[in-house]
């Protein structure tokens, strides 16, 4: 082709085929028009790869059409609830396998293979069951996202009655830690799955170095030893703008680079100073073809191997070739790997093995969050949080310290459904999940978050009631307990006004409220004030017989030393990590997403909570009446009294409460 053809063939890519067909046949009138078009496809194919979405405008639409809807108002979506389904149902539903684009996915045995005898060898071996993997690098703690693809992964191949593997892609010792391999396993535990096997990508690693060789042999990979700088030159440089190159190495004699490779693994190259490369298609127009590195040399011990290897596979070479070690049918993976599909399939066949299909769909992510790794790890090791534990994040070790439940994430993420575009969900929708099952689950307590002291002037000194309070009102099969009344309680600050207002319909001088679950109203008479002027005291009568029920009733937590009341505890109270939706928006903010953190995302305060709360675990949740949902926090002291408390989700506000 010629020069200004090639340019606008890498621009245009296969919407000019036919003004190129139209051009070559009239240049070529006397020529068989047919191996014309067939030599045509031929160079195009080798020079920008097979067709995908970016030469489908129907395609290309429906995805531009599905990233928009993908992105909710929040002033919508904030509302959504699932009503009266329950959170628990949705958590294990499969609906969402058989809607969509997973229902379109294909059934064990209608993957194409090299010939017959590779997939009849295939089925023989999984007896045509659906296997699936999730392949978490252990670098790292699990977020939002990965619930996404624990549900997808597991959600899919239950739905199938298949298996799901568990493989930790442990090839880059310079990131791993034993921390890390843990906290993956509990956290896929914790949010309800098991898998069916646990296994590493180094339990492959003389088999990975044995295939290496073998590519090698079928000239299909060689040992490079350009820099960094120098590959990223070869390879267009920045934006791949430039001319394309091949190594200089590319074609040295296989005996040479095998050689070399042996060499690698000796330990007698330093690192950097020689790579395994795939010898691919350096013109092609996926960036997945420029001779992708196989193998590179490291001289870091390994957690699981030690430091009986030296030279580590790369991502792009393990990955599909485990896939097809464990017989994997759905290889399931987000969007950023769409143009690693080409080379995922080009390696497996280069080795003349079985084949798995790669299908991606659209990353999760919700506003107000950061779900980058190593974004996520900047935020630990610069002190912006308190870990990857912290309330405030959305790893999932943090959002189970905070009080989310596990069944509210898989229902989130099911009900979310699967598609191929990025979803940037509003926060109050998940919020919505969590606050609907704890609203299920969660029993209620009494507490004041400002304590405000109030004395029942009325009644005596010695006056000592126990009532029965149900731990969820309706709800008898949660059980009860008894509280303490007497007659100096504690309200929240906000809930007394000494002025009136006619819109105001709790304590005030001269106005009554009624107390949860006590018999009579209480009505304010007079206040106490501190030095400052400050009111540190209401007075108030105990109004037994009235007549009038009261309008409000608010919550009250009583002073009695015979039942150790109140209980003071430690509020955490968290606010959004993030201040605008989009910290990454570079125009929203311009100074660069950590200057997007909140200064005031979390505030300590004492509160008040009745005697219910004596009996708590950690990870214990309540709804603290009129206030919202809570969780006990692991820092806390349980054995000495000392509750530290997690504020998890606010109630339902109504607009017209006052």
């Known amino acids: 082709m010629k020069s200004r053809r090639k340019v606008d063939l890498e621009e245009k890519r296969y919407s000019i085929q036919g003004q190129l067909l139209g051009n070559l046949r009239q240049e070529l009138r006397w020529a068989n028009s047919l191996a014309v078009k067939d030599e045509l496809e031929k160079q195009i194919k080798e020079r920008i790869g097979e067709k995908d979405e970016r030469d489908d405008p129907k395609a290309k639409k429906k995805k531009e059409k599905e990233a928009k809807a993908a992105v909710v108002e929040t002033s919508d979506i904030s509302k959504t609830s699932i009503g009266s389904a329950k959170v628990a149902d949705s958590a294990k539903s499969f609906k969402f396998v058989f809607e969509g684009e997973l229902a379109k996915l294909h059934k064990p045995g209608e993957n194409p293979q090299l010939n017959d005898k590779i997939m009849k060898e295939h089925l023989k071996r999984t007896g045509k069951k659906v296997i699936t993997r999730f392949p978490p690098e252990p670098n790292g703690y699990l977020h939002l996202g990965h619930a996404k693809a624990l549900n997808v992964n597991f959600g899919y191949a239950a739905a199938h009655d298949g298996i799901t593997y568990l493989r930790y892609d442990d090839t880059n010792p310079e990131a791993e830690k034993d921390e890390y391999f843990e906290a993956i396993l509990e956290m896929i535990k914790w949010l309800g799955f098991k898998p069916y096997g646990i296994t590493y990508s180094s339990d492959h690693f003389q088999r990975l170095f044995d295939l290496a060789v073998e590519l090698i042999k079928k000239d299909k990979a060689y040992i490079c030893h350009c820099t960094g700088e120098k590959m990223h030159e070869f390879r267009g440089g920045d934006g791949h703008k430039g001319e394309r190159k091949e190594c200089v190495h590319r074609n040295r004699p296989l005996a040479e680079s095998i050689a070399e490779f042996y060499k690698m693994k000796e330990g007698r190259y330093g690192e950097g100073e020689a790579t395994l490369r795939m010898k691919m298609n350096m013109q092609d127009g996926n960036p997945q073809f420029w001779d992708l590195v196989a193998y590179r040399v490291m001289y870091t011990p390994h957690v699981r191997t030690g430091e009986q290897w030296c030279i580590y596979p790369t991502y792009d070479y393990t990955h599909c070739l485990c896939d097809s070690f464990e017989d994997i049918t759905h290889s399931l993976c987000t969007t950023e790997f769409q143009q690693s599909r080409a080379s995922y399939y080009w390696l497996v066949d280069a080795l003349e093995i079985y084949k798995p299909v790669q299908w991606e769909y659209g990353r999760l992510n919700v506003t107000h969050s950061i779900m980058s790794k190593r974004k996520l790890l900047k935020l630990v090791n610069e002190g912006y949080v308190q870990g990857w534990d912290d309330p405030r994040m959305f790893t999932l070790v943090a959002m189970r310290r905070r009080g989310f439940t596990p069944e509210s994430l898989n229902a989130f993420v099911r009900d979310l459904g699967v598609s191929k575009a990025d979803a940037v969900i509003p926060v109050e929708r998940l919020e919505n ?120 009733y608010i919550q009250w937590v009583a002073q009695s030393s015979k039942h150790n009341s109140p209980v003071k505890v430690t509020v955490n109270q968290y606010d959004r990590l993030f201040l605008h939706e989009d910290p990454m928006d570079e125009k929203a903010v311009p100074k660069g997403w950590l200057s997007d953190v909140n200064p005031k995302s979390l505030s300590v305060i004492e509160a008040y909570v009745e005697v219910g709360i004596r009996t708590a675990k950690v990870e214990d949740k309540f709804q603290f009446l009129r206030v919202g949902y809570f969780c006990v926090d692991k820092d806390s002291d349980i054995k000495n009294g000392k509750f530290l408390i997690n504020s998890t989700v606010s109630l339902k506000e109504d607009s017209k409460k006052n």
């Open 433 to 552: 999940y969590v606050r609907d099952h704890l609203n299920d689950v969660a029993p209620r307590l009494m507490a004041v978050l400002e304590p405000l002291k109030v004395t029942l002037t009325n009644l005596p000194a010695s006056h000592i009631e126990e009532i029965e309070v149900q731990n969820k009102p309706r709800d008898e099969s949660m059980g009860s307990h008894k509280v303490p009344f007497t007659n100096t309680v504690y309200i929240d600050r906000s809930d007394f006004r000494e002025n009136d207002d006619p819109n105001f319909f709790r304590l005030a001088i001269g106005k009554s409220v009624g107390l949860l679950n006590v018999s009579w109203p209480i009505t304010a008479t007079g206040v106490k004030r501190d030095a400052q002027g400050h009111i540190i005291e209401v007075l108030a009568t105990y109004d037994v017989d009235a007549s009038k029920k009261p309008k409000t």
